[in-house]
DNA sequence: TCAATCGTAACCACGAGAGTTACGTATTGT
DNA sequence: ACAATACGTAACTCTCGTGGTTACGATTGA
């Protein structure tokens, strides 16, 4: 099992849904760019069909297709929409309220930072696209 | 079970550690600073202990100490005492190798703006030491 | 009607990491 | 010496997160 694959799958898909903006391509075709299942896919997918990136058909001729411009799409509004956090805060646990001073300081210090690394890869994720990456396909 | 607990437990007890310079602490005792294990935190310490942040002693009057001045002691250098990595790379497998132009291009997109994240986060985590945490104590 | 496809629920498999027990070794106080 | 204390470490369990899988209902088009 792959970790921690959602955010490159969902980029992959959607780099290959790019490339073929006029086709509907189904779960089980996205998925085997992946060497992954449909179900995965249409789980990871509709996370981003609730955000307006791509829109789904059922049916016969069902399938899945970019509703955005694929230059309009940043790689970090699909991070956002999969709620994706790679910095694992979880400095204080909110079960866990600080017993002392030293924990208070601990779990502020570490917020502060881990938000400031995020603020700098997001940033970073905005500035790409997924017609960036659809560029680079053979 | 809290999750990522080994740097905010190693922050928590070199904080105590800090306030009592010359007094050895047992396992035990700086286990109940974070109602946790005695061998959860020679495990944690012992990563420390590898780096020459802390000395352990061990029989009858045996504990934990600092090794350094908390003062010099930055969270940077615990960071990467314990191997953390709070950024989750695996952008790309190791053992998956690429099937396509695309999952190179995300893998070298990700792998660079989780670097450069990254960098922030150790330049904020060295500019506060184990002195400054342990000054918040009550 | 029938086949294709999404939408979901439900469950399994696997790995990471903390919690726990147990035991060996080292050191110290008496 | 000997008992008590404490670290060092192995081995195991527990829990949680996440992907994989199966199953089935709902929808659409030929």
Redesign the pocket.
Known sequence: ???????S?ALHVLGHMARKPDE????????AF?????????????LL?EQGIVS?????????QLSQDPAEITLAAVYDALGE?FLRPDPVGEDNPPHCAIERKIGSTLSDALSEAEQVLVRRLREVTIAAIAAEMT
């Open positions: 099992m792959k970790r921690n694959s959602r955010f799958l509907r391509l189904s779960s089980q075709q996205l998925a992946n060497q992954t299942n449909p179900v995965v896919v249409r789980r990871t997918l509709g069909r789904s058909e059922r049916g016969h001729a069902g399938g899945w956090r």
